[in-house]
Nanobody, 116 residues
Framework: VQLQAFGGGLVQTGGSLRLSCAAS????????LGWYRQAPGKQRELVAS???????NYADSVKGRFTISRDNAKKTMYLQMNALKSEDTAVYYC???????????WGKGTQVTVSS
């Protein structure tokens, strides 16, 4: 499976962006998905995740501002980001983890820059 994240860009503080992660291949619906981000000089961190059963989990720093969702028919995952802050600036990556074997697939990142 290949993952492609897109939708990043430059936005002002308080603005919104919607990231998408499109998957190719046969596996998608039965596996867990997640958005991660990595800021310069920092480790990659989990932003949000969504299971095959649509249960979601968020980092404390984005709760109430970000919403993760998935459309299995379109093989696409989304991250709606509202009330963006400068500390949200990072490269955002999507990840698929297979329920069988725990194999990870990563997409290339998309840059999100929030200017004050």
């Amino acid at each position: 499976v290949q993952l492609q994240a897109f939708g990043g860009g430059l936005v002002q503080t308080g603005g919104s962006l919607r990231l998408s992660c499109a998957a190719s291949g046969t596996i998608f619906s039965g596996n867990d998905l997640g958005w991660y981000r990595q800021a310069p000089g920092k480790q990659r961190e989990l932003v949000a995740s969504i299971t095959s059963g649509h249960s979601t989990n968020y980092a404390d720093s984005v709760k109430g501002r970000f919403t993760i969702s998935r459309d299995n028919a379109k093989k696409t995952m989304y991250l709606q980001m509202n009330a963006l802050k400068s500390e949200d600036t990072a490269v955002y990556y999507c990840r698929l983890t297979t329920l069988i074997g725990g194999i990870e697939f990563w997409g290339k990142g998309t840059q999100v820059t929030v200017s004050s």
